[in-house]
Structures are given as structure tokens and as C-alpha cells.
């Protein structure tokens, strides 16, 4: 079973449209997170949320709004696509959302390239 | 902005060479990871050093935990083919202990 599993694995789209990620995770952990990975490879955090609860906001634009049904679960939706949004995005999800510690693992899905054109 | 500048941006060897990835930052960290993602896939922890001066091995990899932890070096020693991906170092610091990434290292070892 995959631990973080993000759907659709690629997403092809017309700019302005818009779109939705989902991600899942079945270790029962407590924190999920939303990455963004740009062309260069640089890896950036856009949201964090800890047992439901937005804990963490970077300066992203509001057209992207995470939606956290429950703790398992960490969706990931873009209004209004534009050029830039092109990327690959990545849920991951860790025990808490303390730090880097021994215990405190981030696990990552295998992403989600999507294209704007 | 704390900012995670890694060192060399891209490395290419021969199989059995031994190589040194830099992770510097002008901030403390409380703790550092380094990740490799491979093509297509998220990135996965190798090792979390927490410890300014910390010293950890995993097999060929050697990894240093700055004394000031605002650095840290991921050695690799007699480099294999597998050993090819995008090494990446993290650090986590302030209140929420965001984590934030380095600039990444691409490294392939040619056989």
C-alpha cells in the first residue's frame, strides 16, 4: 500500500481553469503538508495543517486553497490557473508537526506535474 | 527568508570516486535532513542530525552537522551508479519549526 498517494499523477490544463489534487495518507499521521517544486528543482512549503488545523500559510497566492476533510486527507485547489503554476506539487505528511526530529519523518508522495498552457 | 545554498548544483563522476555536497545557511537550525529524490518521485529521508558537530554514517554516506548548525556536508565514498538523484538538505527552525528546503544537488555517477 502506498503510503501518500496524490491523484492525478500528471494534470494538463488550459490557463484560467480550475483544478484540484488530492492526497491521502494511511500512516495515521497527524500533519500533512503542500509542496511546490519548480523547474530548477527548488522545493518550497506552501501550506501545512496539523490534525485539520492551518498551521502553516507561505506567501501564496489565495487562488490556491487547501481543504483538509479529515487528517488523512489534504486537497489541494487552484482557481483561476495561470503560466506559473506550472510545477510539480507534492503532499507529504509526518507523526507531528514539530520540526525535523528522529521521529518526526516526512513522507512524500510521488507528485503531481501539472501544465499550464 | 532563511535560504539553504547547496553545493555544487550538478555533479557528474565516475563510479568509484568519492564527492562532497555542501548545505550552507546564514541561520541557525535546529535540526537538518538530507533527502534524494529520484526522477519521477518524492524526495525520501536519508539521515536527521540534530547535534551542532554530529557526525553519521550510513554506509558510504557520511554526514556533518555544522558546530554552529548553519551547515552541514553529505560525503559520499566510492560512488555507484545508485547512488544518482537530486540530494537534498532541509532545516527546521522558528516557532512552527517550518522546514525549509536547499537548492538542491544533482548528482550522477556514471558507471
Known amino acids: 500500500d502506498t503510503a501518500v498517494s496524490q491523484t492525478p499523477k500528471y494534470l494538463v490544463t488550459q490557463m484560467g481553469n480550475d483544478k484540484s489534487i488530492k492526497c491521502e495518507q494511511n500512516l495515521g499521521h497527524d500533519t500533512m503538508y503542500w509542496y511546490k517544486q519548480d523547474s530548477k528543482k527548488f522545493l518550497k512549503i506552501m501550506f501545512s495543517y496539523n490534525n485539520k488545523e492551518l498551521i502553516i500559510n507561505e506567501t501564496v497566492p489565495n487562488r490556491f486553497s487547501p481543504k483538509s476533510p479529515d487528517k488523512a486527507h489534504l486537497n489541494l485547489h487552484i482557481n483561476s490557473l495561470e503560466l506559473g503554476d506550472s510545477a510539480v506539487y507534492f503532499c507529504?505528511?509526518?507523526?507531528?508537526?514539530?520540526?525535523?526530529?528522529?521521529?518526526?519523518?516526512?513522507?512524500f508522495g510521488a507528485g503531481t506535474r501539472l501544465s499550464v498552457l | 527568508t532563511q535560504l539553504l545554498e547547496q553545493s555544487p548544483q550538478f555533479l557528474s563522476i565516475q563510479e568509484g570516486e568519492n564527492l562532497t555536497v555542501y548545505c550552507n545557511s546564514s541561520?541557525?537550525?535546529?535540526?537538518l535532513q538530507w533527502y534524494r529524490q529520484e526522477p519521477g518521485e518524492g524526495p525520501v529521508l536519508l539521515v536527521t542530525v540534530v547535534t551542532g558537530g554530529e557526525v553519521k554514517k550510513l554506509k558510504r554516506l557520511t554526514f556533518q552537522f555544522g558546530d554552529a548548525r548553519k551547515d552541514s556536508s553529505l560525503h559520499i565514498t566510492a560512488a555507484q551508479p545508485g547512488d544518482t538523484g537530486l540530494y537534498l538538505c532541509a532545516g527546521a527552525s522558528g516557532g512552527y519549526q517550518k522546514v525549509t528546503f536547499g537548492t538542491g544537488t544533482k548528482l550522477q555517477v556514471i558507471p
Open positions: 541561520s541557525v537550525f535546529s535540526s
Open positions: 507529504a505528511s509526518s507523526q507531528d508537526g514539530v520540526g525535523l526530529t528522529f521521529k518526526n519523518i516526512q513522507y
